[in-house]
């Protein structure tokens, strides 16, 4: 009874999840439509696909509670390709 | 406002897998072996995007000029419908593990469709760009463009065959509760897919 309410409650926050990543999708697609350009846009985009990577990281691959090891190398690759763009983008400004 | 409304439904996603987090410790979900897989893609597909902005930070003007020419709209419905097809994939998962195996094949030849979607469109892509001449020597963006774009492509479609080998075994009763390694394997791999694309979308079609 308890897995259920548990598998339940999962699938629930699975839709919300999955609404975000598509709000977030259309923003983004939205800015660039718009046009927008410069280092605050940049910084929002992949914000949001950080935001999007961990929502997948997290809840769709199910790593939330797996050892630490694995979260380190899943989030760092994440974070690590982000921080990366953003500082050659940071350098291709000046 | 946006920014508040923005921050609960991020609390309020996180705050439910909290409470599931103290209540069961998990293991890696599928085979070890696949994880090792997913990490060397990850890493590639990391080169890659690295060597992308670097070679756009030297190309500033050609990569902005040429960037245009993409279609934004067609990188957003495949993103879209990556996203999508990877939902109906962690449903596929969660069925199998109540022992809904209907269920999960269901929502697995869903996924497929989705994924078909995304392949269908991305073609449709390459054959415009094609048509008009372009190749992967007609200037270094296009190089750039063409190699990520197509790298994902060749995964989609090895992801599509490993969900399509996992609906193919369910379907013959090899996966169940007790058992659901497979599925859980061939959706991380999936996952991984959608993941690089998460990336790969606003780093091509959209940041300038």
Known sequence: ?94 | MIIKVFISLYHYTFSVNKTLALEEPKLLPGDLAIWFFIFMELLVFAIAFIAYAITRMQNLELFNEFQLTLNKEFGAINTILLITSSYFVVRAVHAIKRDHVNTCINNLNIALGFGTGFLLLKSLEFYDKFSAGITLSTNTFYMFYLSLTMFHFLHVILGMIILFAVAFKAKRGHYSAADHFGVESGASYWHMVDLVWIILFPLVYIIR
């Open chain 1, 1 to 94: 009874m308890r897995t259920m309410k548990k598998l339940i409650q999962n699938n629930t926050n699975i839709h919300t999840i999955w609404l975000l990543m598509v709000a977030l999708t259309i923003l983004g697609y939205a800015m660039g439509k718009f046009g927008f350009s410069g280092l605050i846009s940049v910084l929002i985009l992949l914000l949001t696909a950080v935001i999007k990577g961990t929502l997948i990281i997290r809840d769709f691959m199910e790593l939330r509670d797996v050892s630490l090891l694995w979260q380190i190398i899943m989030y760092g690759w994440l974070w690590g390709i982000t921080l990366a763009l953003i500082l050659i983008y940071i350098f291709s400004l000046s």
